[in-house]
């Protein structure tokens, strides 16, 4: 483990190499940065981010004009067969892989407007970086959830679109 540690330390960034107790806390800011309701019942809206920056999705939407819809639509397609590429890369421990999926999906989904789903898929970069992947799947499945929130909130938004549009 410490040989792998000094030969990570040469390659890596310094910012990417992270002890586990710095992994534990990281694990736990998203974790409570994105939960819903705390435990005892009372909002997080205040730390909480936005699923959507409102101001970037409204710009994208009126460069793209017309194709906004096709484009979001291939965001879904796109994403659909990313999911299930990541957890098989997970499986199969193709840590190369592993990190493209992260970065497309975080890329695509900043381009939209997205902030917590960028969010997930930096703390799971990060991790594959610094060789630590034991809970992968639970991250993934983080990921998988927010993808869901996203995309019932884009769909929310082209549809009060193509209403307006009428």
């Known amino acids: 483990k410490q040989t792998l540690q000094i030969v990570l330390a040469r390659w890596l960034p310094e910012k990417c190499m992270i002890t586990?107790?710095?992994?534990?806390?990281?694990i736990q800011e998203v974790n409570t940065s994105l939960r819903e309701t705390p435990s005892d019942g009372t909002k997080l809206q205040k730390r909480t981010p936005p699923i959507l920056d409102r101001n970037l999705l409204t710009e994208y939407r009126q460069f793209m004009g017309d194709r906004f819809k096709d484009t979001v639509n291939a965001f879904f397609k796109s994403t659909s067969r990313l999911l299930p590429a990541l957890r098989e890369a997970a499986i199969q421990a193709r840590d190369s892989v592993l990190i493209e999926i992260i970065l497309e999906l975080k890329r695509?989904?900043?381009?939209?407007?997205?902030?917590?789903l960028p969010i997930l898929c930096e703390a799971l970069q990060e991790r594959c970086y610094a060789g630590l992947l034991l809970d992968?799947?639970?991250?993934?499945?983080?990921?998988?959830?927010e993808y869901k929130i996203?995309?019932?909130?884009l769909?929310?938004?082209?549809?009060?679109t193509e209403t307006n549009n009428k």
Do not use: C, F, Y
């Open 108 to 116: 695509s989904s900043s381009r939209l407007g997205a902030k917590r």
């Open 155 to 160: 769909t929310e938004i082209m549809n009060a």
């Open 20 to 26: 586990p107790q710095q992994d534990i806390q990281q």
């Open 150 to 153: 996203l995309h019932q909130a």
């Open 136 to 145: 992968v799947s639970q991250r993934i499945a983080d990921i998988e959830g």
